[in-house]
């Protein structure tokens, strides 16, 4: 199994611009998640969900949208890029909701620079 | 309001050393609590995680973590430090938050082990 992947491994952004962050999973977890981790910070969760079609907010997804038309794939989109959103993004999946215990398994992370 | 920190930004030992690397947390109800791993340029791995039950969780690598409800705690710990383990270790907790549950992540905390 390949686990969890994501594409782009790097990006640069001007201001304004869109992009779209890809990431998929094998292993046919139904729980999925969107994190940002700014230096020195902690992980903030951006969006997850919960299985294909349906989608909630995290903390901070002001700024960005996802869709789950598949099982496996989890997309994750900047509108309008902002210097804000310079950050290192990861995708994560688990078997059960990660709130009941469930272990997270994370893709090796996005890192977005916007300028 | 629900939080985890772990005070220490690095913590350094001698290879062959033990080691500890320190979290504590603040939520409402039973914590679920857990410990990633994070090397240069990848994503998260799990370690352990501590649901109910004994108090002292064993994980992967060696390591394992003590729960402690009274300090409300959960250090990781290893006996024997390798140069291997040098790596970047974020603490998480399970959050109640409005009908549904979160993961909250600590800062992070460097490990360097000296050769």
């Known amino acids: 199994n390949a686990g969890v992947t994501q594409t782009p491994k790097f990006r640069i952004l001007k201001i304004g611009q869109s992009m779209t962050l890809q990431c998929a999973q094998d292993m046919n977890h139904n729980y999925m998640y969107w994190y940002r981790q700014d230096p020195g910070m902690g992980l903030k969760l951006i969006y997850y969900s919960v299985g294909a079609g349906i989608t909630d907010k995290g903390e901070v997804p002001n700024g960005y949208n996802v869709s789950r038309s598949t099982t496996e794939d989890f997309p994750l989109r900047l509108e309008l890029a902002a210097p804000s959103q310079t950050s290192v993004y990861f995708c994560a999946s688990s078997p059960g909701l990660a709130g009941v215990g469930d272990t997270q398994y994370f893709g090796p992370g996005t890192r977005l620079t916007v300028l | 309001a629900q939080s985890v920190a772990q005070p220490e930004d690095q913590v350094n030992v001698a290879e062959g050393n033990p080691l500890t690397v320190k979290c504590t947390y603040s939520?409402?109800?039973?914590?679920?609590l857990f410990w990633y791993v994070q090397y240069p340029n990848r994503g998260l791995q799990f370690l352990l995680k501590?649901?109910?039950?004994?108090?002292l969780v064993k994980g992967s690598y060696g390591f394992e973590a003590e729960f402690n409800k009274s300090q409300t705690s959960f250090h990781l710990k290893k006996p024997s430090a390798l140069v291997s383990d040098s790596a970047l270790y974020f603490c998480?907790?399970?959050?109640?938050?409005?009908?549904?549950?979160?993961?909250?992540f600590g800062t992070g905390t460097r490990l360097k082990v000296l050769a």
């Open positions: 939520v409402s109800g039973n914590p679920y």
């Open positions: 998480a907790v399970r959050a109640a938050t409005s009908g549904t549950y979160k993961y909250i």
């Open positions: 501590y649901i109910t039950g004994d108090n």
